[in-house]
């Protein structure tokens, strides 16, 4: 699976941006999503994931309340959003979207390693 993000960019503290990833070409049945990060001198680490069928959703403690993770899927197209409010300049880091084949429909993890495809990376920067 091939995944396209796009979104990220420079902001102050305080503002907003908008990320996407996006699949097709294939079909995509019981496939969880999720968006990772990984700042300078760290591991990469989970910030939110989300079922094929968007009724699950699980973020990480540090962005609950300020992200949004939302999905628009159909059975030969991923769509994948986050929308990033309240941004902090810790949140700056390269932002993974990637995706994992599930067992059902609500299939959701937050362990990269069950991952088998991401996207190129996008850099978001926050400065204070």
């Known amino acids: 699976v091939q995944l396209q993000a796009s979104g990220g960019g420079g902001v102050q503290a305080g503002g907003s941006l908008r990320l996407s990833c996006s699949a097709s070409g294939r079909t995509f049945s019981n496939y969880a999503m999720g968006w990772f990060r990984q700042a300078p001198g760290k591991e990469r680490e989970f910030v939110a994931g989300i079922s094929w069928s968007g009724r699950n959703i699980r973020y990480a403690d540090s962005v609950k309340g300020r992200f949004t993770i939302s999905t628009h899927n159909t059975y030969t197209q991923l769509f994948l959003q986050m929308q990033m409010n309240s941004l902090k300049p810790e949140d700056t880091a390269v932002y993974y979207c990637?995706?994992?084949?599930?067992?059902?429909?609500?299939?959701?993890?937050?362990?990269?390693?069950?991952?088998?495809?991401w996207g190129q990376g996008t850099l978001v920067t926050v400065s204070s």
């Open positions: 990637a995706a994992a084949p599930g067992r059902t429909i609500d299939s959701l993890n937050s362990n990269p390693q069950m991952y088998d495809s």
